[in-house]
């Protein structure tokens, strides 16, 4: 299994925009879909149809397998990776993720310290709190005070202390044109709003980057990996991201890397399986001083935690969900363990709709459970699972994963920043 990593540098404004169900006014996203990349990428494909990489005989040929077939490539969402130190000063990061929905910052002085009150996790201390019957009301660590969900969605590590990213926005203001006189129409004055292009003004600005990933499933072979690699390198400053690009918006540049991962993420998700579940014993055992539980826990029981990083479309019998069951995650992943528990769901939903630009049709409106949501698991078979939450990691879970819907994680590291150890 291939990934394509890609880094998209904004060089004019996004109109990555959507509108609400029911509503009308268009907001701007805060990332780049992975709809967006991938309808980008496959038009730009049929545009250059005579070109080497693109054979579109034998009932579709690499477009078909690339983009239509049973096991299509993933096109993941792009999400802001430049994150601002000092006021002159940036890095781009490397990996960028979402922040669990369990994680909980001060209400009046919220973010990543310093000068903030620090955030922490309360999954593990949540999932005791209730086995011992206590309800869990955490107040914040450093001055008492009350704590809520931050103003985070996207985060990402360096050098041991963690960033806030995400992307600024501005109103453009356009004036509508007469068609026949080709002038400015009275009257007709709209605004759009899009994602800036740079961090910051002056001579110098900062390019804005976004990070997302291309995942080739083992159908596609790497001969035809290395050709979608080196078209994306040859026309890197030919894509157009987003809405209105005939009026020069949507400009970017995207620079790509391929390298195989399969074997990698098979041994990250069991070191970070057992990491979690050492923690949550480790934890179990300083509640011990409250008291007796409802029910010790069983000493060959393994955790883990599934992560959302992005949106999901979530089905049980044919019926829209917000919860993955252990009969869904079983046939995920084609696992078959009676012994797989739910322990604790945390999540919300929203509704999305969209625009097939293939289609000239508006895309049906979905209910989708909203990226950061936590689903806690349980097992004693562990070991079959290592390999099987490593590819659905790749894969995502529930419906058109193939534009960035369904991205997980397999025990988030953020889940192990306990209340006294805030950052």
Known sequence: MKQIKLEIKALSPLAISRQKPGGSVSECEDYIPGSVIRGAIASQILKQSGHQFCDLSKNGGDFQTLFLGDEPAIFQNGYPNVSKIEDDDFIIQEEVKVLPSTALSSKTKEGFIPDNNGVFDTLIDRFCADKYCYIYEPN??????????????????????????????????????????????????????VLEESQKKGQNPKPVSYISSIILQDNITEELSSRLHQFIEKNSLIFRLGGSSSRGLGKVKIESEIFDIQNHKTKSSKDKIQSFTDKLYQRWKEWSVFG???????????????????????????????????????????????????????????????????????????????????????????????????????????????????????????????REDFV
């Open 140 to 193: 914040c660590p450093s001055d008492g005070g009350r704590v809520d969900s931050p103003n985070i969605t996207f985060y990402s590590v360096f050098n041991d202390e963690y960033y806030k990213l995400s992307s600024e926005k501005r109103l453009l203001t356009r004036v509508g044109i007469n068609r026949r006189r080709a002038t400015s129409e009275e009257e007709i004055l709209y605004s759009i709003q």
């Open 292 to 418: 007796s539980p409802i029910n010790e826990l069983s000493e060959n029981r393994h955790y883990f935690t599934l992560d959302l990083q992005s949106d999901a479309i979530l089905t049980e019998k044919w019926r829209r969900t917000t919860v993955i069951s252990p009969q869904m995650l079983k046939l995920f992943t084609g696992i078959d363990d009676k012994d797989l528990e739910l322990e604790a769901v945390y999540s919300s939903y929203d509704y999305r709709s969209g625009w097939n630009s293939a289609w000239g049709l508006m895309k049906d409106v979905e209910l989708v459970t909203n990226k950061g949501a936590v689903y806690l698991f349980s097992t004693t078979e562990i070991e079959k699972w290592y390999p099987a939450l490593a590819e659905l990691e790749l894969k995502g879970v529930g419906e058109i994963t193939c534009e960035g819907f369904g991205q997980i994680e397999v025990c988030n590291q953020f889940h192990l920043i306990m």
